[in-house]
């Protein structure tokens, strides 16, 4: 019986629930049968119930008879059945949950003509749980009752902060993974913590992770390699930094860049992926006609920056980050007066605006859902409008067209090879 919860589950096959029929297997907290396909939300009702209890696995095709296992008929085959579970657990489970269902399993005693397969649903304990069904249907969780029947109920009150419990600890984790980047950020930028000594310089500080990072993405010893398979051609240079570049720390690979805006990047086991920045350029070398670059916030290179740091993560993410709910953490700090400089024309000549003539500093959280995984231009958009209100340039994004305009910026800034 072991082997449905541990093999492989493309590589579950039919003598394998045989073996489950041959031994008189019963219903319990982590197994159930289903000798037709469930609808939507009774099939998410199960799932979730399992995930927010022990995990656990669902068998559909097999036939019970007071909770033990009677018969394995299967069902017609159901076209893209894995597929269609997938995606129902994580657009209408919140969190989104994923589960492993195996490919059709044919039943070997069914007709020609008639054709019947089973499959499996594995369910994994979840340390994301409470998983809610979308649109107010409740939260349930898989228990035996008093009369020793095992059911799907809507949770209780102790059995929901039992949840909730282990989703901190979840959360716990991916703070403090940001809170370490904060502290690398402020060394690298030269401030001391614990001490008077404070940079002024503005800078920005960007973080995109997993909404919920219960397991690492990528383990530390493969760390580096994994970031030079996903590294960018950008403006003529590896991006983000070839290997001498990379210096490995605590779970994280860092890159850091001296010349020019200084830059900090950080791609953690996590799946956390972190730039800081410094946005003046006061000590930066004169341009092309000789005269010494502005003091400013070239508001040019910090979008394009942001725009390289996206497009890393969704080619770093690909095939590695499942999910569809992303965070992004931004702040921008040192930024009251600083005039934003821009180029209007292209032909080296700038123009200053004021910039943020009261907040010093701003934290910026967002939360961004996606059916599909990661969505780099969804996220690029959502944050180009939340740099620029913080900065006093709402006019700049004041409509769909206007934010396209700057994303379109951001990416010839960029230059990314294809």
């Not at 690298?188 to 992770?209: A, C, D, M, N, Q």
């Not at 004021?354 to 701003?362: E, L, N, Q, T, Y």
Request: with cysteine; charged share 25%; glycine share 6%.
């Amino acid at each position: 019986m072991a082997s449905i919860y541990s093999k492989p589950i493309e590589q579950i096959e039919y003598d394998d629930l045989r073996a489950l029929l041959d031994t008189g297997a019963t219903e319990n907290l982590r197994l159930e049968f289903k000798s037709l396909p469930p609808s939507r939300d009774e099939l998410l009702k199960k799932v979730s119930g399992m995930a927010n209890a022990f995990g656990g696995v669902l068998i559909v095709g097999a036939e019970e008879q007071r909770g033990t296992l009677s018969g394995l008929p299967g069902v017609p085959l159901k076209e893209n059945y894995p597929q269609t579970v997938e995606q129902w657990c994580s657009t209408s489970l919140d969190p989104w949950l994923r589960c492993e269902t195996s490919p059709a399993i044919p039943n070997p005693s069914s007709s020609d003509g008639d054709e019947r397969f089973l499959y499996v649903i594995r369910v994994p304990e979840s340390p994301l749980a409470p998983h809610f069904l979308v649109g107010r249907k409740g939260v349930y969780v898989r228990v035996v009752e008093t009369s020793g029947q095992v059911q799907t109920s809507l949770a209780e009150h102790s059995e929901l902060l039992r949840m909730v419990d282990r989703r901190k600890a979840v959360l716990e984790r991916k703070h403090a993974a940001y809170k370490r980047f904060l502290t690398r950020a402020d060394h690298f930028f030269g401030e001391v913590p614990g001490t008077p000594y404070k940079v002024t310089e503005p800078r920005l500080t960007f973080s995109i992770s997993p909404m919920y990072p219960m397991n690492d993405v990528c383990a530390e010893v493969d760390l580096l390699k994994s970031v030079e398979e996903a590294s960018l051609i950008a403006r003529g240079e590896s991006y983000p930094g070839s290997r001498s570049d990379a210096a490995s720390q605590v779970q994280s690979i860092i890159y850091t860049r001296e010349h020019y805006l200084r830059r900090l990047i950080e791609v953690a086991t996590t799946g956390q992926i972190s730039m800081g920045l410094s946005l003046s350029r006061q000590d930066s070398p004169a341009n092309a006609r000789g005269a010494k670059n502005p003091f400013g916030i070239d508001i040019s290179s910090l979008l394009g920056e942001l725009f390289l740091l996206i497009s890393l993560a969704s080619k770093w993410y690909s095939g590695r980050a499942q999910g569809t709910q992303f965070s992004v953490l931004l702040q921008l700090r040192s930024i009251r007066v600083v005039p934003v400089v821009y180029y209007p024309y292209g032909n080296g000549v700038h123009e200053n605006v004021p910039g943020s003539p009261i907040d010093d500093s701003c934290e910026i959280s967002e939360d961004l859902y996606f059916p599909e995984g990661f969505d780099p231009d969804a996220t690029m958009r959502q944050v180009v409008k939340r740099v620029l209100y913080s900065l006093n340039l709402r006019s700049w994004v004041g409509s769909d067209e206007a934010v396209e305009k700057r994303v379109k910026a951001a990416s010839d800034y960029a230059m990314i090879q294809r």
